[in-house]
């Protein structure tokens, strides 16, 4: 599976609020954090923890990639989304590193 195959199953289960299938495309040890700076979340546990809450909070919300670019295993993607149809909006610039069919680090350009 491509790079881009993996960062696109985890969009698809976003979008869908499936968190087992969100889930299943990070590895146990994943990291997310803001580039260059603040880990968020730390392993597949807290980011289980974190997107159940967000989709509780906001059940519509969604996300779109407005560009993607990949080069082996990084892909980054310029991403646009919204809690609801009304807002709050926001807008990053994601880079998902993989390792075989997971993604194991997400760094945040907000």
Same mark, same amino acid.
């Given at each position: 599976m491509s790079a881009v195959d !993996? !960062?696109?199953r985890q969009f698809d289960a976003y979008n869908a609020q =499936?968190?087992?299938a969100f889930c299943a495309t990070?590895? =146990?040890d994943c990291v997310i954090a803001l580039y260059g700076g603040e880990t968020l979340q730390s392993g597949k546990a807290a980011i289980r923890a974190r997107y159940s809450k967000s989709w509780a909070e906001y $059940?519509?919300?969604r996300a779109w990639s407005v560009s993607r670019i990949a080069y082996g295993d990084v892909v980054v993607d310029h991403e646009k989304g919204e809690r609801? $149809?009304?807002g709050p909006f926001f807008e990053a610039v994601v880079i998902y590193t993989?390792?075989?069919d997971q993604i194991v680090r997400v760094d945040f350009i907000q």
């Open positions: !993996v !960062v696109q =499936d968190i087992e990070y590895a =146990d $059940p519509k919300n609801s $149809p009304e993989t390792r075989g």
